[in-house]
Every structure is written in C-alpha cells, then in structure tokens.
C-alpha cells in the first residue's frame, strides 16, 4: 500500500496533521482542504500568491529555471517540429495526433470555421473604435444562443464539436472584426489553408489586392501561437477554471476567460508595450520612464517586464526574441522600436531595481513587435493573444469537468463592522 506523508502544524497546542501531495516533478503541496474543519483556521493567501488551487496534467512551468513544457513536451521541441493545429490537439486531448487524428480534427476545423451568418451582422452594430477584445468577449459569450448544444456537465461528443467551434470560428471573428473596423468586405476562410495561412489570408486578402502567403509569416505566426497556447494557473485561466466549476456553458466561461486575458497586467500587456517604446523613443532614453517606474507614488510599470512565477528568463520571451530578429531581417524590415525594445532590455537587466527584484521579460516584450511587422494593427494585439489561448483554456476547462466537482468558492476574512458597533 502506498505510503502517505503529512506535513505536522501546531494549531494552538494541539498537532494537526496534513497530508502531502508530490507532483510529477517533485513540487510539493500539503493539502488544507480539512483545515478548518479540523481547528476552526482558514488559510489566508491574498491574491493566492502562494496557493495551488488544482491538480492539473496539462502544462508545467519552472519559474526558476525558465522551464515550459505541455504534456511533458519541452516549448522549445514544439516550436520547431509542429503547427499550433497539433499543439491545440496536443494541449486538448494529452498526446500528439496521429496522422489519422489530425485529417480528423483539421476536418472538424474546417467545418466549424464560418461564423453563423447571422452573427455576421452583429458586427455591423458595435460603435467605430470598440476594443475588439470587448467584441470578442461578446461574441464567444453569443455563441451559446446559436449553438446551445453546449452542455457544460457532459463530455459527449458536443465537446469535440464545441472545441473545434471555438479554435475555428475565434480565428474567422477576429479577423472579420478587423475587415470592418477599416470598412473592407470580408474574406471567408477557406478549407486548403492551414489555420495560420488561413488567419492572414482573413486578415489581409482584398478584392482589388490579392494577399500572398508568405511561408515566413505563416512560420512566425505558428511560433507566436504555439508560445501563447497555455500557460497553467495564470489568471485567464484560474478565471476559466473557477466559473467553469459553477457548471456554465463552456462559450460563457471563454468570453470570461477573454475579460480577463484584455487586463493590461495580463495578455493587455502586449499592446501597452508598444505604446510604451514609442513614449520611450520620444523621450530618447529610458530615464525618465524608469524613474516613474521606480517612484511609488507612481503607478508606471515596465510593460512586458515580471512575471508572478518566473524569477529568470521567460523562455517564450528569449525565442521570441530570436524570431523577431531573424523575421525582420528576412522581411527587410527596420522597426526603430525593436532598437528602443533592446536597449530598454539592455538597462533594465544592468539596473539595481530589476536585478533585485528578478523582473526579466516576459512574452508580451517583443511579440507586438512582430505582430506589427506581421501588419497587425496594435488593438488586435490582445485578439492575437486569445486566438492562442483558446486551447489551454479548453485543455483546463475539459481537465476541471473531468476531475473537479465542487464548485470554487474561497473564504474570505471578514473585517467589516460588528453588529454591535454597525
Ligand atoms: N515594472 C516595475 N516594477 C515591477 C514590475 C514592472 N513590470 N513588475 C513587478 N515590479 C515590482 C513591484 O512594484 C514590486 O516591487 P516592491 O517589492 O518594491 O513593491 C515587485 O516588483 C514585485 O512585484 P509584484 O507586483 O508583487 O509582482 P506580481 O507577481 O504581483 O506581478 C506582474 C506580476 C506580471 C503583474 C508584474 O510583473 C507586472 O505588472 N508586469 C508588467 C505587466 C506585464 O508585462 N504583464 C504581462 C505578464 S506575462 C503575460 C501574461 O500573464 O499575460
């Protein structure tokens, strides 16, 4: 029989012991689930800083050593050998598709890729200059009305059809967003393309200007998405997970995850650090915004700097980062803010108050920059970062049906008014 360990607490005289749990790779846990029940304590971790709220198979993160890995397979092995089509199945269904089950899910791509064209005109209502991260949060919370099929407690075959809907069809709205805000007909996606192809095929095909796929585009694209695909408990994810746990529809809870991904804290990232080189470029040198940043009466912050779990290098941000250069010089493109990105990276790394507190860039630092070589405009940033998402939420949200019965629901300190004193 296997054997437990337990972590011994002592609770006002008395031993209180608690079980350990061991993950696969050595982390470890003691588990507070009968805690109060057992001393009348909650544990109180704001903002669960230091809190492991599931037990989860899909993605390991080492923010010491700068370690990613889905399903056990290291980023860096999957950027190199595989389409985000494959990482999307690979992060949904635990393994790498067979040649069978990647006809079979590129098929059941393909035939959920068009938007219901009575959702099309939704688009035409939304006001010139909406956020299209609030459109597409919207959007994804709709699709329950046309497609009801959606039942949160059963992993039937809707499931496969739900996901697939949501990979598919996520692609053919952003793209569709885009074609209106500038008043360009849409272009519809097509079945030969492969889904990065058929994303800037979307994106860029006109009438009068026919698009030509570049192989090097549709390269970086897949990179940028296979690298944004999941990133374990973070908090569009945690998001996901929790309103997933009150049995809501898997549509609902995505656009939820979508709300919070648009916080500049999280996928907002990517656009506020664009809009932050210029500023630095104006000014000419990064003092005076890093003053702001190390003022604390100010609220500034390095945009695309720290993380909560990496303490070293992001490693999506040092691929990137290698990618980014490579493409603009294949492209023959000069971006004077990837100048202002490198030296902003350059003084921040020789700086006492980043060094200190361990903040290195993180994947919003250079993607925009290639987003922007990729001619995608600077408010589709955020889209671009959901569209990659989608399959570590599913992933997640598929995981916590499986696995997961209880509702999340947190304590909380009271530290209001007393009846008495009211
Ligand atoms: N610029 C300046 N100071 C920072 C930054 C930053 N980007 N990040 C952290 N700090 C400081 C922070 O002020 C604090 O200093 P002190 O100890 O003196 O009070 C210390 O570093 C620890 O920071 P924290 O706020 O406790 O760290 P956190 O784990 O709560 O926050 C974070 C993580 C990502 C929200 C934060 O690093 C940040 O705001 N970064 C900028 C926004 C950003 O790039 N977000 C994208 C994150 S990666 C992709 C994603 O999750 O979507």
């Not at 493109?333 to 290195?360: C, G, M, P, T, W």
């Amino acid at each position: 029989m296997e054997k437990t360990e337990y972590i011994t607490l002592l609770v006002e005289g008395k031993e209180i012991r608690l079980p350990v749990v061991v993950g696969t790779e050595g982390e470890k846990a003691f588990d507070i689930s009968q805690l109060r029940k057992q001393t009348g304590y909650v544990a109180l971790d704001r903002s669960l800083m230091n809190t492991a709220v599931c037990c989860s198979a899909v993605t390991y993160v080492d923010g010491e050593r700068g370690i990613l890995r889905y399903r056990g397979i290291p980023i860096e092995n999957l950027v190199e050998t595989h389409s985000f089509m494959e990482v999307a199945y690979l992060l949904v269904h635990g393994t790498l598709p067979t040649p069978e089950e990647k006809r079979n899910f590129s098929n059941l791509l393909n035939v959920n890729s068009l938007l219901h064209e009575d959702m099309r005109h939704f688009f035409d209502h939304y006001p010139r200059g909406a956020h299209p991260m609030h459109i597409l949060s919207t959007m994804i919370n709709a699709l329950a009305v046309f497609y009801p099929n959606v039942d949160s407690l059963s992993l039937n075959e809707d499931i496969e059809i739900s996901t697939a809907r949501l990979i598919s069809m996520v692609r053919t709205m952003a793209a569709l967003a885009y074609k209106k805000s500038i008043g360009e007909p849409v272009v519809y996606p097509r079945n030969d393309l492969s889904y990065c192809a058929n994303f800037l095929n979307m994106m860029f095909d006109s009438p009068v200007a026919p698009y030509r796929i570049s192989e090097d585009a549709v390269r970086i694209l897949n990179i940028l998405l296979i690298l944004h695909a999941d990133h374990e408990q973070n908090c569009s994810t945690t998001t996901v997970r929790t309103i997933g746990s009150a049995q809501v529809n898997l549509y609902a809870t995505i656009s939820a995850g979508i709300s919070a991904l648009s916080g500049p804290l999280h996928g907002g990232a990517n656009q506020q650090v664009v809009q932050m080189l210029r500023e630095i470029e104006k000014d000419g040198d990064v003092t005076s915004y890093f003053n702001r940043v190390k003022d604390r009466n100010d609220p500034t912050r390095l945009m695309g700097f720290g993380h909560r779990v990496y303490k070293t290098f992001d490693p999506r941000a040092k691929i990137i980062k290698k990618e980014c250069h490579a493409f603009l010089e294949k492209m023959h493109i000069k971006d004077s803010l990837l100048e202002v990105a490198l030296a902003v990276e350059k003084a921040a790394l020789a700086d006492e108050y980043f060094i200190e507190r361990h903040l290195y860039p993180n994947v919003d630092f250079y993607s925009g920059i290639v987003y922007r070589a990729l001619g995608i405009p600077e408010n589709m940033f955020t889209v671009m970062f959901a569209l990659a998402r989608l399959p570590g939420w599913i992933a997640h949200w598929r995981e916590m049906i499986g696995t997961e019965t209880k509702i999340v629901r947190p304590r909380q300190i009271y530290v209001g008014k007393t009846w008495q004193n009211a």
